[in-house]
Each structure stands twice: as structure tokens, then as C-alpha cells.
């Protein structure tokens, strides 16, 4: 059974620093996913990464894949409030079909 | 734009009532997906269905059933709805062979079961 674990499940930081988010999941898969929720709203897809050493960058958030490990991290450069919303890793089993982290919550405060 | 829409925003039931929650997409997806969001929990799939008529169980069917009649449209039944079942429902589509990167979500239901 494909388990997905966040860490932390919570994260408080001031403006301005940098931080990482840690996804580490128990199967062999080389398909992961990172999406934002603010508050009442939907998901949002940020990043798809799909083979070892993958790295992905938008903005202040990088996101990163190591298989070998089984470890992606979504690293945060200069926080801003804007970026205040809860953050899911997923991982892709059989093709179709996600597992979700357990979301990390992220307040950034000015 | 895909657009997954979720009929109700926010919903209160009675306990033992029978309770429809109902998904439509206009993408043409072959694959939909009902999930359950807790706070701590994550997102923890309850089924899902492939094509018309094809659904499987996912990680937590115990005390739903879903139906899909028509591509566009997939729905989450609460068969006698319990107050453990209140939650964050979300639903999703998915082109086929796409993965997660195709995943569609709609804006969610709050169902609180009293």
C-alpha cells in the first residue's frame, strides 16, 4: 500500500525566508505532483514531476524528485504573503490514480 | 477551460438520510474520482470510475456507492448518512493515461451530517 507522508503538517514563516516542504512516499513511483489550495477554494496544480533528479521552478516555489530516495521537496525562496495556502504532494499509482499527502499548511506573516 | 462542477457548495442532512452529491464534467474524461478531504488526513479516495458504468472501490468505500450513467456525470451516494461522513467532498476527472497532471478538481461540497 503506496503511503505519502508530509512534512511539517504545519508551517509558520516570517516574510522573506526560505523554507522546504518534505514529501517522502514508501513505493517505487516516478510521478509526482504538487498542487495549492487557499482556503474554500479547489485545487491547483503547480508541478509535475516525472523522472529522477526532475526540477521544476515557478516563481518563489522549486520543486524537486528523487526517486532513489523517494523523496520531492517544494522549497520556498523569500516568502510572500500571497504564497499563504495549504500545500499537497501526490503520487501517481498505477497510471490514473493519486495518493495524496497529508497537506502542509503554510502561513506566511509580514 | 475544464470545468468539473460539484452541484452544492454547502449541504446539511440529517442522520440516516440518503444524500446525493453530484459531479459533472464538460472535458470529455474518461476518468472521475470522488475524494474526501479531513483536516490532517489529506485528500483519501472513495472511488473512482474509468468509463460509463465502471467504478472501483478506493481507499475508503465504506458507506458510499457512486453511480455513472453518463461520461460527463459521476455521483457520490450516501446510502444513510452518519455524522462521521461529514466532510469535504471534492470531486475529480481525468483525461486517460494522463496521470495526476491531468487531474481536473471542482470546488468542492461541505456536507455536515447532524
Known amino acids: 500500500e503506496l503511503k505519502v507522508e508530509q512534512n511539517p503538517l504545519f508551517l509558520s514563516m516570517q516574510e522573506g525566508k526560505n523554507y522546504t516542504i518534505y514529501c517522502n512516499y514508501s513505493t517505487t513511483s516516478d510521478r509526482l505532483y504538487w498542487y495549492r489550495q487557499d482556503p474554500g477554494k479547489s485545487l491547483e496544480s503547480l508541478f509535475v514531476l516525472l523522472s529522477n533528479g526532475a526540477v521544476k521552478q515557478e516563481g518563489r516555489l522549486m520543486a524537486s524528485l528523487d526517486t532513489k530516495a523517494r523523496l520531492s521537496t517544494l522549497h520556498i525562496t523569500a516568502a510572500v504573503h500571497d504564497l499563504s495556502a495549504t500545500y499537497f504532494c501526490?503520487?501517481?499509482?498505477?497510471?490514473?490514480?493519486?495518493?495524496f499527502g497529508a497537506g502542509t499548511i503554510l502561513r506566511v506573516k509580514s | 477551460d475544464v470545468k468539473v462542477t460539484q452541484s452544492s457548495r454547502y449541504l446539511v442532512k440529517r442522520t440516516g438520510e440518503k444524500v446525493f452529491l453530484e459531479c459533472v464534467q464538460d472535458?470529455?474524461?474518461?476518468?472521475m474520482f470522488w475524494y474526501r478531504q479531513d483536516p490532517g488526513l489529506g485528500l483519501r479516495l472513495i472511488y473512482f470510475s474509468y468509463d460509463v458504468k465502471m467504478k472501483e472501490k478506493g481507499d475508503i468505500p465504506e458507506g458510499y456507492s457512486v453511480s455513472r450513467e453518463k461520461k460527463e456525470r459521476f455521483s457520490l451516494i450516501l446510502e444513510s448518512a452518519s455524522t462521521n461522513q461529514t466532510s469535504m467532498y471534492l470531486c475529480?476527472?481525468?483525461?486517460?493515461?494522463?496521470?495526476?497532471?491531468?487531474?481536473?478538481f471542482g470546488s468542492g461540497t461541505r456536507l455536515t451530517v447532524v
Open positions: 472535458m470529455d474524461h474518461e476518468n
Open positions: 501526490a503520487v501517481d499509482l498505477q497510471g490514473n490514480k493519486l495518493v
Open positions: 475529480a476527472s481525468a483525461m486517460n493515461g494522463q496521470g495526476g497532471y491531468g487531474y481536473t
